[in-house]
């Protein structure tokens, strides 16, 4: 850790915004909280008296529940609130909803939003810190920390690494986060996927954008693969689930082109069968289950570090 | 009014008449006299303007606006729309039809017109081409040409039917009316800003500029054929402008204008999810917002227009996605324009033949000359005048410009509509 660091970020709305030591010192102050879940007592006091706000526009319940629970190991109040995009609609927008809820000062608002930028609109509005739990295609930062903190656990570093992400680049703001998060760790970011959910300008982001699993795959110290949103097949963007799961399903024979050591990932929920086998999905290589693991502990830091305990 | 006006000691630029020179302009009984032969007598009736080191040209005309009276009054309405105008140096402005109800016919028109009669800028209505500008039927070109409109055009939706693009060239040839495309390839355009890297950094739908210049070729192909004119609104992209170049050195009837924002902005205003960067078409990349400035220095494009396009505060602060599409403009195109002529891209006669000459030509309307016996609309600008637009000065109802605290430089001192002073900067 660099000396003299300070964490200086008062809403955690993107990867894009946070520096390699952010990066570092968010994933150590996890490592440390790790330890609180594998207690019988599955409780710290840091954050009593606090009150953290689940605004919830899009329905997910790992995330939010990940959250509740660090919140919850934490001592926090946490109060979930459910509320549809559409209801928008019907009056009340983002703003007039933040400045409610901000009447009832909260210490945090963890935002899901189907609409990009979201959290950065609302963090214009209200005191409170504001955590981006997934917004629109944008970013998803906390699954892209719980990755990073996942990768670094196994492989005991981020940088060197060649990891490579497999299928729906252009919808996945995990992906995103993914992307900026490794390249940002000094480690190579492979894609491969359908070219209508390949997003353009990833070469100039330093993204090697490849033409065939294989060299994606190919020595690969990661490999990540992402869900497809049946949800979002209004555009025609493939053909079939069937081709898609011939053409860019990761199978056992893909898999063993990777590094014998590869980590093999998926962000949840998997549609098994498709895009990832379900034998490597339930194989030795799969860190799946780490990732939902350490994802409490990555939202338990990033709680504490938004109330400015971190530079105590 | 006095029945007579002498601006001194400018420098007109006339390229309707290749002058550029120091010395005064008269104005008698509203149209522009000889300063050497028709001193009134009652010399003490004249009132006087010191022009000392500005420029003194045509009235600007702005040939694409939205003034959204009828109907959204709250973001705009003709008089506050034409007092933007004159505070921007605009002595007329044609309005687009995008208005509720749309202008498809004689009444919404007319009301438009009789509303103009009080405004501070002179008002050309564009009437839609198809009713309700719903792409199916033509609209009565005859009558609204009779009632006064100067264009056609279904700005803010494109004509998807090339059939009746088709029947609209040639109609609206037999009333003498300028069709004016929307170029867009609705089913390439479902996207929020330029499909490019930072559509992608920000997870934003993108449009590609290929919905643009599609529909651009589109009309091209269908004024070249049928050998009617059309013209091209607010391109946006390298594509179009390539495809507006070779159209005019095959002979192609087409012309075209660009937007202030075009050529200063790339999709990079976007980040941080400005919607007072949200446009339609969108800012683009800055390769072509060169290829932009580069039509402008060889003629491909004919014409600077604003899209002025007023939202109120309800429409733009709200999630990107949801954002209405559009920048008022009126206030900020002269010195956004005046910095292409610092930077060596035009040289001042062209610059003034963007603004006020060319347009005047393609509607066919009045102005863009200083010549003896023309009606006075002039524009005095004073183009090293350094200022921050800030939003306490803008006259425009609406506020959504993404040039609101930026340092600009050139602006117009006096605007003078038939002889008439509309705006006086304090
Ligand atoms: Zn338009």
């Not at chain 1, 609109?121 to 990755?147: F, K, M, R």
């Not at chain 2, 170029?183 to 993108?206: D, H, Q, Y």
């Not at chain 2, 919905?211 to 594509?239: D, Q, T």
């Amino acid at each position: 850790m660099t000396t003299g660091y300070f964490f200086s970020h008062r809403h955690i709305l993107d990867i894009e915004h946070l520096s390699a030591d952010d990066i570092d010192y968010i994933l150590t102050t996890a490592e440390s909280f790790k330890e609180i879940s594998a207690r019988s007592i599955k409780k710290v006091p840091t954050l009593r008296g606090n009150t953290i706000i689940n605004l919830f526009f899009e329905p997910s319940t790992r995330t939010r529940l990940s959250f509740e629970i660090a919140a919850k190991r934490m001592s926090a109040d946490t109060f979930n609130i459910s509320a549809s995009t559409s209801s928008a609609t019907k009056g009340e927008t983002l703003i007039d909803t933040a400045r409610n809820i901000s009447a009832m000062n909260p210490d945090i608002i963890i935002l899901r939003h189907s609409f990009s930028g979201a959290p950065h609109l609302l963090s214009q509005y209200v005191d409170a810190a504001v955590i981006n739990a997934g917004d629109g295609t944008h970013e998803h930062p906390s699954q892209g920390l719980l990755d990073m903190m996942t990768v670094r656990e196994h492989k005991k570093r981020l940088n060197d690494l060649k990891i490579a992400i497999i299928g729906d680049i252009l919808h996945s703001r995990v992906a995103h986060s993914d992307i900026l998060g490794f390249l940002r760790m000094g480690s190579e970011v492979f894609v491969y996927g359908p070219g209508t959910l390949i997003p353009p300008g990833l070469k100039e982001l330093g993204v090697t954008v490849c033409s065939t699993m294989k060299e994606a795959v190919e020595d690969a110290d990661v490999l990540m693969t992402l869900r497809i949103q049946k949800e979002r097949q209004n555009d025609p963007l493939l053909p079939s689930f069937r081709e898609y799961a011939t053409e860019y399903g990761v199978t056992a024979k893909v898999a063993s082109w990777a590094r014998p050591d590869a980590l093999i990932m998926h962000p949840g929920p998997i549609n098994r069968g498709i895009e990832l086998m379900p034998d490597v999905a339930d194989g030795p290589q799969s860190v799946i289950l780490d990732q939902v693991t350490n994802g409490v502990a990555v939202r338990m830091a990033l709680l504490y570090l938004v109330t400015g305990n971190g530079n105590k | 009014m006095p029945a007579s006006l002498l601006i001194k000691n400018g420098r007109i630029i006339d390229p309707a008449n290749t002058v550029d020179c120091v010395r005064d302009l008269l104005i008698v009984d509203g149209r522009i006299a000889d300063s050497a032969t028709a001193l009134p007598a009652g010399a003490s009736e004249i009132e006087e303007i010191d022009a000392s080191g500005c420029w003194v040209v045509p009235g600007l005309i702005d040939m694409h606006v939205h003034l959204r009276e009828p109907g959204e009054e709250y973001k705009e309405d003709i008089l506050s729309g034409t007092r933007a105008a004159a505070a921007g140096g605009f002595t007329a402005v044609a309005c687009m039809p995008n208005t509720k109800p749309v202008n498809d016919s004689r009444a919404v028109t007319v009301l438009i017109l009789s509303q103009a009669e009080k405004a501070d800028a002179r008002v050309y209505p564009v009437a839609a081409i198809s009713q309700n500008s719903q792409g199916s039927a033509l609209t009565e070109f005859g009558e609204l040409r009779a009632n006064g409109a100067v264009a056609l055009s279904d700005d803010g939706l494109p004509v998807r039917d090339s059939q009746l693009m088709r029947r609209a060239l040639e109609y609206a040839a037999d009333h003498g009316l300028l069709v004016i495309s929307h170029s867009e390839e609705p089913s390439l355009s479902n996207g929020v800003m330029n499909e490019g890297i930072v559509s992608t950094r920000l997870g934003l739908k993108g449009i590609p500029t290929a919905a643009e210049s599609i529909m651009v070729y589109r009309e091209i192909a269908l004024a070249e054929c049928l050998g009617k004119r059309v013209h091209i609104a607010h391109v946006s992209c390298a594509m179009s402008a390539e495809l507006i170049r070779s159209a005019k050195a095959r002979g192609v009837r087409v012309t075209a204008e660009t937007a202030p924002h075009y050529f200063t902005l790339t999709d990079e205003a976007v980040t941080g999810y400005n919607t007072n960067a949200k446009m339609n078409p969108p800012l683009r990349t800055e390769q072509d917002r060169q290829a932009i400035r580069q039509g402008l220095a060889d003629g491909t494009f004919d014409a600077i227009a604003t899209d002025h396009a007023p939202h109120s505060i309800l429409d733009k602060e709200v999630e990107f996605d949801r954002a209405m599409n559009g920048i008022i403009g009126l206030e900020t195109s002269l010195p956004l324009s005046l910095a292409l002529v610092r930077e060596g891209v035009l040289d001042e006669q062209k610059l003034i033949e963007l603004l006020s000459v060319n347009p005047a030509h393609i509607l066919g309307v009045e102005g863009g000359t200083l010549s003896v016996g023309a009606r006075a609309d002039v524009t005095v600008i004073d183009p090293d005048l350094a200022f921050t637009y800030t939003e306490e000065q803008v006259v425009s109802k609406s506020k959504n410009s993404p040039f609101l605290g930026e340092k600009l430089q050139g602006r117009a001192v006096y605007t003078i509509m038939g002889g008439r002073i509309t705006h006086t900067l304090s």
